[in-house]
């Protein structure tokens, strides 16, 4: 069974950084793109950032570009989110998804909510 | 980007047929997907590719359309679709989601 689990959010103050996780289980990770979705309070989703399965290739949405960092480390099975100089509109909770063009984000995990406030 | 448009909200009655629809400014091929999110839950893959049913997806759920129209139909509602159903598109990037349509049973 597929499952992802990230962790790492929680409040932070503007301008300082947070680093997300996203532990991947149940299928070979290294053979998968993975991105990170995110969805403001009663808000709708919006993409954030994609990395290829081996990590040579990474995409970010305009309003992040120079700020956000996806990485992954395949041998942990585990895929990040470097947040640098945050702004109160990333308040989010921020989802670790596995997706093709294809088929769209097939699997999500639970979401972890990054609060960005004085 | 690519703007996807989708009505607010909806309200049926158990037992009926509802269709959620789903337009983009412009052409996105086949490429559109749907997802169904309940309160405090992640979003769920239901339809890929306009028309192919997600892995443990009901039949009652069922997708088609191609360019810029496309419409999720869940035939017969039932109690538990009580959700907020999202399209999204991979053709053009980035990828971009619909607003969202709240359905809402009588």
């Known amino acids: 069974e597929v499952q992802l689990v990230e962790s790492g959010g929680g409040l932070v103050q503007p301008g300082r950084s947070m680093k997300l996780s996203c532990a991947a289980s149940g299928f070979t990770f290294s053979n998968y793109g993975m991105a990170w979705v995110r969805q403001a309070p009663t808000k709708g989703l919006e993409w954030v950032a994609t990395?290829?399965?081996?990590?040579?290739?990474?995409y970010y949405r305009d309003s992040v570009k120079g700020r956000f960092t996806i990485s992954r480390d395949n041998a942990k099975s585990t895929l990040y989110l470097q947040m640098n100089s945050l702004r109160s509109e990333d308040t989010a909770t921020y989802y670790c998804?596995?997706?093709?063009?294809?088929?769209?984000?097939?699997?999500w995990g639970q979401g972890t909510l990054v609060t960005v406030s004085s | 980007d690519t703007v996807l448009t989708q009505s607010p909200a909806l309200a049926v009655s158990p037992g009926e047929r509802v269709s959620i629809s789903c337009r983009a400014s412009?052409?996105?091929?086949?490429?559109m997907h749907w997802y169904q999110q309940k309160p405090g839950q992640q979003p769920k893959l239901l339809i890929y590719?306009?028309?192919n049913l997600a892995s443990g997806v009901p039949a009652r759920f069922s997708g088609s359309g191609s360019g810029t129209d496309f419409t999720l139909t869940i035939d017969p509602v039932e109690a538990d679709d009580t959700a907020t159903y999202f399209c999204q598109q991979s053709w053009n990037d980035p990828p971009t989601f619909g607003g969202g349509t709240k359905l809402e049973l009588k």
């Open positions: 412009e052409g996105v091929n086949s490429y």
């Open positions: 990395i290829s399965y081996d990590g040579s290739s990474t």
């Open positions: 590719k306009a028309s």
């Open positions: 998804t596995r997706g093709t063009v294809a088929t769209g984000f097939a699997y």
